[in-house]
């Protein structure tokens, strides 16, 4: 409301207005009625005069109280500044039209002697020129921060072993204490980046890859966690970062025991084969997991299935005198055998070379025998003494390595294809697991007691019989075994112990503490696989699943 109310003059000027009118048709009516129809247009007209009159009265009644509103706006904004149009920051000062009313504010420099005391913004000055007035002058902080003389020993407690970054690394500050700690938690929990509330949305004229450059620069900017990749970083002992994610074939478990499950080599594809005669595929997710393809195989309950290193067909084999090959890309299911000239009944174990060339079954009295993956015919075998119990390729798939009932260990060159070295494995009465590094440095055996033996194989062919470790945290026989893609894992299993697998640390050789843990139970495992980048790892077991977790350390899978 203005500071001054409406004229109350005014109002009573239209009401006498009114009342006179109404005085007036008051008087006329006894005249109209007794009238005759001639004089009735004489009255239309003294009514029509009247209402024009009126009219006009309230025209300048109006263009009255629109000056005086005028004049009230105009003594407002001199007294208080302008109530009725807030100034716009950003838009440029008009000249004011001294029609419109007086300016709403104007600069007082009468204190400066006509200078402006204001700072104004030069472009010749830098921040080196301040910084050149402000040496001399450093304050002393206001407080110190207990956290940052505070020292935290990490090596007393066992799970904060894990945020060491050397081995030997034992007192750390308590700045960088909280560090670690956001950033394992921030490994932790890598999915919940919706809560930050700070995440900046991308802008609309930007592209995807404009922002997704600016939030990579952005994450590196805001914590001090090391560049390098973490793949190329160690594994520390002792305790394994891991995580319990949804089971492989949640979507289609198996109705018996699970004897194969391997990851394609595109890291996302899994298959799975057991004794309840199926071939399944899954795709590795960590959260659903979907299948993607059922095959039943109706003559042969599958005791080994295995990819191609190169990823195009799966080779299937049971206790039959044949085995299968299925062809991924053009979907197809063959039967190959009975081999020509041989009586083998089972073809149930067997290995592919990593060049995916050549297929080694284990045959009677000592034979093995070596099949062409492109052909599927019979190419050759290989003679030792005792029964052939386990198998393995190294160098590339030159080399084939082999161990059975004798208690020895064979190496054959597949080019000559003759024996190269025959050596004993120590403690070991009948070998029958057999498992090679991916560089083939390392080899490991496991014998009918339980024990694996860790041995370099330069040492080993070298007459060095003497092994690295020797593993003896199982008590049964050694059903597989299998070393992750850098070596730095080694995981072991046995069909007839409970919870009966073991992961060792490989760099050190000794067993992860922390594995499989109180709140998991691996059931009775008989096959296992690291995924092409080791982040994910795979356990089937008697109970028709096939159990998944996370292993931390590695980022990709």
């Given at each position: 409301?203005?500071?001054?109310?409406?004229?109350?003059?005014?109002?009573?000027?239209l009401?006498?207005?009114?009342?006179?009118?109404?005085?007036?048709?008051?008087?006329?009516?006894?005249?109209?009625?007794?009238?005759?129809?001639?004089?009735?247009?004489?009255?239309?007209?003294?009514?029509?005069e009247?209402?024009?009159?009126?009219?006009?009265?309230?025209?300048?009644?109006?263009?009255?109280?629109?000056?005086?509103?005028?004049?009230?706006?105009?003594?407002?904004s001199?007294?208080?500044?302008?109530?009725?149009?807030?100034?716009?920051?950003?838009t440029?000062?008009?000249?004011?039209?001294?029609?419109?009313?007086?300016?709403?504010?104007?600069?007082?420099r009468?204190?400066?002697?006509?200078?402006?005391?204001?700072?104004?913004?030069?472009?010749?000055?830098?921040?080196?020129?301040?910084?050149?007035?402000?040496?001399?002058?450093?304050?002393?902080?206001?407080?110190?921060?207990?956290?940052?003389?505070?020292?935290?020993?990490?090596?007393?407690?066992?799970?904060?072993?894990?945020?060491?970054?050397?081995?030997?690394?034992?007192?750390?500050?308590?700045?960088?204490?909280?560090?670690?700690?956001r950033?394992?938690?921030?490994?932790?929990?890598?999915?919940?980046?919706?809560?930050?509330?700070?995440?900046?949305?991308?802008?609309?004229?930007?592209?995807h890859?404009?922002?997704?450059?600016?939030?990579?620069?952005?994450?590196?900017?805001?914590?001090?966690?090391?560049?390098?990749v973490?793949?190329n970083?160690?594994?520390?002992?002792?305790?394994?970062?891991?995580?319990?994610?949804?089971?492989?074939?949640?979507?289609?478990?198996?109705?018996?025991p699970?004897?194969?499950?391997?990851?394609?080599?595109?890291?996302?594809?899994?298959?799975?084969?057991?004794?309840?005669?199926?071939?399944?595929?899954?795709?590795?997710?960590?959260?659903?997991?979907?299948?993607?393809?059922?095959?039943?195989?109706?003559?042969?309950?599958?005791?080994?299935?295995?990819?191609?290193?190169?990823?195009?067909?799966v080779i299937?084999?049971?206790?039959?005198?044949?085995?299968?090959?299925?062809?991924?890309?053009n979907?197809?299911?063959?039967?190959?055998?009975?081999?020509?000239?041989?009586?083998?009944?089972?073809?149930?174990?067997?290995?592919i070379?990593?060049?995916?060339?050549?297929?080694?079954?284990?045959?009677?009295?000592?034979?093995?025998?070596?099949?062409?993956?492109?052909?599927?015919?019979?190419?050759?075998?290989l003679?030792?003494?005792?029964?052939?119990?386990?198998?393995?390729?190294?160098?590339?798939?030159n080399?084939?390595?082999?161990?059975?009932?004798?208690?020895?260990?064979y190496?054959?060159?597949?080019r000559?294809?003759?024996?190269i070295?025959?050596?004993?494995?120590?403690?070991?009465?009948?070998?029958?697991?057999?498992?090679t590094?991916?560089?083939?440095?390392?080899?490991a055996?496991?014998?009918?007691?339980?024990?694996?033996?860790?041995?370099?194989?330069?040492?080993?062919?070298?007459?060095?019989?003497?092994?690295?470790?020797?593993?003896?945290?199982?008590?049964?026989e050694?059903?597989?075994?299998?070393?992750?893609?850098?070596?730095?894992?080694?995981?072991?299993?046995?069909?007839?112990?409970?919870?009966?697998?073991?992961?060792?640390?490989?760099?050190?050789?000794?067993?992860?503490?922390?594995?499989?843990?109180?709140?998991?139970?691996?059931?009775?495992?008989?096959?296992?696989?690291?995924?092409?980048?080791?982040?994910?790892?795979?356990?089937?077991?008697?109970?028709?699943?096939?159990?998944?977790?996370?292993?931390?350390?590695?980022?990709?899978?």
């Open positions: 409301m203005s500071l001054i109310s409406q004229n109350p003059i005014q109002k009573r000027r009401e006498t207005i009114e009342a006179d009118d109404d005085s007036d048709e008051g008087l006329g009516s006894p005249v109209a009625a007794g009238a005759e129809d001639g004089n009735e247009t004489k009255s239309e007209k003294r009514k029509k009247k209402k024009r009159k009126k009219a006009k009265a309230l025209e300048a009644l109006e263009e009255k109280e629109n000056k005086e509103r005028e004049e009230m706006k105009l003594l407002e001199s007294l208080f500044g302008s109530l009725y149009a807030p100034p716009q920051f950003g440029e000062v008009e000249a004011v039209d001294p029609d419109k009313g007086v300016p709403s504010f104007f600069m007082d009468s204190g400066g002697d006509g200078e402006d005391d204001l700072p104004v913004y030069d472009e010749g000055l830098s921040s080196e020129d301040e910084g050149d007035d402000m040496v001399g002058r450093e304050r002393k902080p206001a407080w110190v921060d207990e956290e940052e003389v505070t020292e935290v020993d990490i090596s007393k407690v066992a799970r904060l072993r894990k945020l060491r970054k050397e081995g030997d690394e034992r007192v750390i500050s308590g700045k960088e204490y909280e560090a670690r700690l950033g394992q938690h921030a490994k932790l929990n890598r999915f919940a980046g919706w809560a930050d509330l700070d995440r900046k949305a991308p802008l609309p004229g930007s592209s890859n404009e922002s997704d450059e600016e939030g990579r620069v952005d994450d590196i900017l805001r914590n001090n966690d090391e560049l390098v973490k793949d970083a160690k594994l520390l002992p002792d305790m394994l970062g891991f995580s319990r994610l949804v089971d492989a074939n949640a979507q289609e478990p198996s109705s018996g699970i004897n194969s499950v391997q990851f394609h080599r595109n890291g996302q594809l899994m298959l799975v084969a057991g004794l309840d005669k199926h071939l399944r595929f899954f795709q590795i997710d960590g959260k659903r997991n979907p299948k993607i393809q059922s095959i039943f195989i109706e003559d042969c309950p599958v005791h080994k299935a295995a990819f191609l290193p190169d990823g195009s067909e299937l084999s049971g206790r039959r005198k044949f085995f299968y090959s299925f062809d991924l890309v979907a197809a299911v063959s039967k190959i055998g009975p081999l020509t000239g041989r009586e083998e009944k089972s073809l149930e174990h067997f290995e070379s990593p060049d995916s060339k050549t297929i080694a079954f284990i045959g009677n009295e000592g034979y093995i025998l070596l099949i062409s993956s492109k052909t599927k015919q019979l190419i050759g075998t003679k030792m003494n005792g029964n052939v119990r386990s198998l393995a390729f190294a160098d590339g798939g080399q084939l390595l082999s161990s059975g009932g004798d208690g020895h260990v190496h054959w060159d597949l000559t294809r003759k024996c070295h025959k050596g004993t494995d120590e403690g070991s009465l009948a070998g029958i697991s057999l498992c590094s991916p560089d083939s440095s390392l080899f055996t496991g014998s009918t007691s339980g024990i694996v033996n860790v041995y370099k194989r330069d040492d080993f062919l070298g007459g060095k019989r003497k092994p690295l470790k020797t593993i003896e945290n199982l008590t049964t050694i059903g597989e075994m299998k070393f992750n893609h850098d070596a730095q894992v080694l995981a072991i299993s046995s069909r007839k112990e409970r919870n009966g697998m073991r992961l060792v640390h490989v760099p050190s050789l000794t067993v992860f503490q922390n594995w499989p843990g109180p709140r998991f139970s691996l059931h009775y495992p008989r096959c296992l696989d690291f995924s092409p980048g080791s982040g994910f790892l795979s356990v089937g077991h008697a109970g028709g699943k096939v159990l998944l977790y996370k292993l931390h350390h590695y980022q990709n899978a």
